[in-house]
């Protein structure tokens, strides 16, 4: 079985070919500014090199179009015929209450990611503008299954999702936690305690998906019983624009002073704050680094409060658990910025948490492992997230199922 993985954004559309058969990645690539100029896919060869190629790309459908030439491209194309795709699975943000699992999308299921489109204004719609334009180039014989990132998260109790703001709020609108990142959370758990040896029913873990957006869960027993994203993506700590979780009068003070709109205040919260906004400097962590070791001294605070923010919701979620056995880092942060986790857990030694410098340092790029001494009460792991790959599992499984 060949199941085609889709991330569809607003203008942007990411896909991996993937042979369930063996797991492995037979294509992989990105539409970038669909419906804008300029627009171009690229994507990597068999033999790793890398291709860009301008393509007009007005809307996901003529996008899709772009993929399926490069899947079929006679020179670098993973497939002869488009019907060795066997089903396509995609990415939703925004499940709400109604999905706590993936499903086999239909009318019904479509008009659910629809209903829940104000809680993901810029995601959702474009799950189903993808999910429409792979029904016009594929066809509706080809089985289509959502995955959605709140899914995992829906274990969560009511005294760590709801809101204390009037109960009718959530009875209306849903107005509650629902946590994001579901997909990374759910594999790197699962591998955490694959490679701990124990079944995951028996083990607390802390796993932190720190990237431009970033989130930590606590997992116990392999359920969620907390997150940090709340009822939008914006929700937790600061991460590349977006500014986290703050007092709820900055809002109403800033927008006060400066005359600004609720559209304008929400655009500012999540485009021009976080790293970017405490910085000046860039969103892009590698950009911060760099200022920090010039001496810019609002990099430094930008990275400072980044650590610091990381380790009180670990230690918020230790406390939550009872305890913990592992945390693992992940994402693009977590995975190659060794300062990062050596700042975090810096302040994790009062946990027991003992940190060996010298392999943290060296585990980078692609690299994952115990980044632990032997004799840390707490180990710490990084694990590389797969995400598309528990798309691919799960689209599979439904699909076997039919």
């Known amino acids: 079985m060949k199941v085609l993985v889709i991330n569809a954004g607003s203008s942007s559309l990411k896909y991996q070919l993937i042979d369930m058969t063996d797991e492995s990645v037979l294509a992989k690539g990105n539409c970038e500014r669909i419906g804008t100029d300029g627009a171009f896919i690229g994507f990597k060869t068999a033999d790793g090199q890398k291709i860009e190629r301008p393509t007009e790309m007005k809307n996901h459908t003529q996008a899709f179009e772009a993929v399926k030439d490069a899947i079929l491209d006679p020179e670098y194309g993973a497939i002869k015929d488009l019907s060795e795709i066997t089903a396509i699975g995609h990415r939703v943000v925004q499940g709400g209450s109604f999905f706590d699992h993936s499903v086999l999308i239909d009318d019904e299921v479509l008009e659910k990611i629809q209903e829940l489109s104000p809680l993901a204004p810029l995601h959702n719609p474009a799950h189903i503008q993808g999910i429409n334009a792979c029904t016009d180039v594929f066809g509706k014989d080809v089985p289509q299954v959502a995955v959605f990132d709140t899914a995992f ?105 400066e005359g600004m709109s609720y559209a304008e205040v929400s655009d ?73 986790r050596e700042g975090v857990c810096n302040y994790l030694e009062c946990l027991g948490v003992k940190l060996d410098k010298d392999v943290n340092n060296a585990t980078i790029h692609g690299k994952q492992g115990k980044l632990t001494a032997d004799d840390s009460k707490i180990r710490v792991e990084l694990i590389a997230t797969d995400e598309e790959m528990v798309i691919a599992r799960d689209t599979k499984a439904i699909v076997d199922n039919l």
């Open 268 to 340: 500012m919260l999540n485009k021009k704050s976080g790293l970017l906004g405490i910085s000046g400097v860039s969103s892009d962590d590698r950009d911060v680094t760099a200022a920090e070791k010039e001496g810019n001294h609002r990099a430094k605070l930008a990275h400072d409060m980044l650590y610091y923010q990381i380790a009180q919701y670990i230690g918020s979620f230790y406390v939550a658990l009872g305890g913990c056995d592992a945390i693992v880092f992940t994402a693009g942060l977590g995975e190659n910025q060794p300062s990062l």
């Open 153 to 257: 998260h829906q274990t969560m109790p009511e005294k760590a999702y709801m809101y204390a703001v009037p109960y009718e709020y959530y009875e209306k609108y849903g107005v509650r936690k629902y946590g994001f990142h579901g997909t990374s959370h759910r594999y790197v758990s699962a591998k955490m305690a694959e490679i701990m040896g124990k079944p995951i029913e028996d083990l607390k873990i802390i796993t932190c998906h720190i990237g431009n957006g970033s989130s930590i869960t606590a997992v116990d027993g392999g359920k969620v019983i907390d997150t940090t994203m709340g009822l939008t993506p914006l929700g937790g700590f600061l991460m590349g624009t977006r500014s986290g979780s703050l007092d709820p009068s900055v809002v109403t003070f800033i927008g006060e002073k």
